[in-house]
């Protein structure tokens, strides 16, 4: 039986050999590891990895899970289940679609009105995270067609806080997940 | 000595400052907004008192309702921590109208040093060196443009009103300077209500280097020597240490001669700041006082033993300072690194969200301030520093390898923290050899992303996880109520 794990963009076969009341045998790459394992708490575990002690510290649960060694998180995702669940959780340097936030924000400006044209790369809405301002911008030419929110609003990402129609031209579809393939 | 003092102020701050007023007997009022009803500063406080919504101007910066909290809690004097109203004149001075004590300097020094013109004329006078550049103001651009001249490019735009960086502009030709200042006037304008800029020589590779001072009203100012604080991301500090790696006796001797004339020429009292500039050819320019309490102020509580907070209260309080300058030693190495709610692999980007667990290091030397608990849940509306993880030690050496390793021990689940890059930082053989400048982290860490080294081990606590069950929430008709077998509780499994 194995796990495909996805650590950043590495997919890792695991196969779990043997498993015993708090003793795993586990194969990366045909290499067996012997892991005896303590769970101290939900987000702590004592591991000893072939005889070596280490911690690991862990939040989150099936789909995507932080882990915690030595100071350096890991994200760690089973292959299987991420297809579906990666929407939504790019940070400000992907390429938005929509006009929402990257983080849980507050609506500072905004600085179109309902009717107006916009193109694509214009500033939108402008929105304050623990002091530091990021201006959300259209994401291509078209007419805004409704703003939700007003200035103090408490925004999430995902939110859209303005509707932007697109300008007519080759219908693209939608390409959710693209970068998990 | 006071009797109740009120800390205008949240998180880290409000708690290190409330630390000391329980040690010395004086009962502390905490304030708080709609978010911050669970915070650390809260739950440690005395009396505590809601001011209202969350955002800034309604609450931490709204001096009316502050004042009336000082009223109705009978407190005889206000801390207003770093931040916030902590260098707002109107609000000093409000607080010596209400008789109230403001700790911290008197409103006219406070108002006088905001201005980094009016700044750099006093410290001209009496002789303090200055980056070469205006003391005046100027909205001409013809004018600018000859001033930029004078000085010879590159030239940097500051705002008279500035701080953290805004209004601020590198210009490196005359064609770029027109443009640039107008933007720099829109961008002070819009921060602090005050569209005046000036021009200074920029200087290219400087550490940033600053002098605690301790004034009392009775005219003796001392100085706690020296921090370096090169390290910074968007004219932000993100590791202090002291004493600077580029410090010699001589050099200190000149610097800390340059602060202690710096408060008195500008009349300064309680404990402040003088931040220089110093250059690759050994030069120091002053730069600006810091009228409060400084962020980075624990490193130099490790190594010269003081309180500053508490030299602070008895400063407002009147009393002489009880040390000499030929008192003050400093011992061994100190240095801070601040945990921000930041991502580092993504631009340093805020990541507020709740604490889902954390875990604080611990053991000789280390001391970690800490604003946060496992469960809390980190507001969007205020600065994002989470804690301030200090350490020291005999030696710079031994103090970086502490650090690391406390850095390594200390886990904060729920929001991404700079953690990993602190850790790279401290390694690097530019941090261990003391080349330590302004550009540390556009120069050696531009584009950093954390090295997942041990992918493995990962991957083994995410299947242990998923398998070992939950602590506290034992599988339902389990034989012996222990913890589910593997094939009890598998989850996503590939048969």
């Known amino acids: ?181 | 000595m006071f009797k109740k003092i009120l800390v205008a102020n949240r998180g880290e701050i409000a708690r290190r400052i409330m630390n000391t007023c329980r040690e010395m007997g004086i009962k502390t009022v905490a304030l708080y907004s709609d978010a911050d009803r669970d915070a650390v500063h809260v739950l440690e406080a005395d009396q505590a008192l809601c001011l209202g919504d969350a955002e800034p101007a309604a609450s931490y910066l709204n001096i009316d309702k502050i004042i009336a909290a000082a009223r109705e809690t009978g407190a005889d004097a206000i801390h207003p921590g770093y931040g916030f109203l902590a260098e707002n004149a109107d609000f000093a001075e409000r607080c010596e109208q209400e008789g109230l004590v403001f700790i911290g300097p008197p409103s006219r020094v406070i108002s006088e040093l905001g201005d980094k013109t009016i700044a750099r004329q006093t410290m001209t006078k009496s002789g303090v060196p200055v980056i070469p550049g205006m003391n005046h103001p100027e909205s001409d651009p013809e004018v600018l443009v000859r001033e930029a001249d004078a000085i010879g490019y590159p030239v940097l735009i500051k705002a008279a009103a500035g701080g953290g960086g805004k209004g601020m502009r590198v210009v490196a030709s005359a064609d770029e300077l027109h443009d640039a200042c107008i933007s720099a006037s829109s961008e002070a304008a819009g921060a602090f209500g005050n569209g005046s800029i000036y021009l200074e020589k920029y200087l290219t590779r400087p550490r940033h280097i600053e002098f605690q001072i301790l004034a009392d009203s009775h005219g003796n100012v001392v100085h706690l020597l020296e921090r370096e604080c090169s390290i910074q991301r968007r004219h932000q500090k993100i590791i202090e240490e002291t004493p600077s790696p580029a410090m010699t006796p001589e050099l200190r001797k000149k610097m800390g001669d340059a602060a202690i004339a710096a408060a008195q020429a500008s009349g300064y009292v309680n404990a402040g700041t003088v931040e220089f500039l110093l250059d690759e050819d050994g030069s120091f320019y002053f730069l600006e006082v810091n009228t409060r309490l400084q962020v980075e102020h624990p490193i130099t509580e490790m190594t010269t033993g003081i309180d500053i907070v508490r030299c602070q209260l008895e400063i407002a309080a009147g009393n002489p300072l009880s040390i000499d300058q030929k008192d003050i030693k400093g011992r061994g190495h100190a240095i801070e690194c601040r945990i921000y709610a930041e991502d580092p692999g993504n631009d340093f980007f805020p990541s507020p969200g709740k604490i889902v667990f954390m875990k604080e290091p611990s053991g000789p030397g280390i001391r970690n301030d800490c604003g946060i608990y496992s469960g809390f849940q980190v507001p969007v509306e205020y600065d994002p520093i989470l804690s301030k993880l200090i350490v020291a030690a005999e030696n710079r050496e031994e103090a970086v390898h502490r650090m690391i390793e406390a850095l390594r021990e200390y886990v904060i689940l729920g929001v991404r923290t700079p953690i990993p890059f602190l850790i790279d930082v401290l390694r690097s053989e530019a941090f261990r050899k003391g080349e330590t400048f302004t550009d540390f982290i556009g120069c050696h860490f531009p584009d950093w992303k954390p090295e997942r080294a041990d992918v493995e081990t990962a991957a083994i606590a995410y299947i242990i996880d998923e398998l070992a069950g939950k602590k506290e929430r034992p599988v339902a008709d389990n034989r012996g109520g222990g913890y589910g077998s593997p094939w009890q509780t598998l989850g996503n499994w590939r048969p």
């Open chain 1, 1 to 181: 039986m194995e796990y495909r794990l996805k650590v950043d963009d590495t997919i890792i076969p695991v196969e779990v050999k043997k498993a015993e009341t708090n003793t795993m045998t586990l194969s990366f790459d045909g290499k067996a590891r012997n892991v005896q394992y303590s769970r101290i708490s939900d987000n702590q575990i004592h591991l000893i990895i072939d005889g070596v002690g280490t911690q690991a510290f862990i939040a989150g649960d099936g789909d995507e899970k932080t882990v915690i060694l030595r100071g350096v998180p890991y994200e760690v995702r089973d292959a299987d289940l991420s297809r579906q669940t990666r929407r939504g959780k790019r940070g400000p340097s992907a390429m938005p679609r929509e006009v929402t936030p990257p983080t849980p924000s507050i609506v500072v400006r905004i600085l179109v009105a309902e009717g107006d044209r916009v193109n694509k790369g214009d500033a939108v809405i402008v929105v304050t995270a623990m002091k530091m301002e990021t201006t959300l911008t259209a994401p291509f030419d078209g007419t805004v067609t409704k703003i939700n929110v007003v200035e103090g609003d408490k925004v999430m990402p995902g939110q859209i806080l303005a509707d932007i129609e697109k300008d007519e031209e080759e219908p693209t579809e939608e390409q959710d997940g693209l970068a998990d393939s």
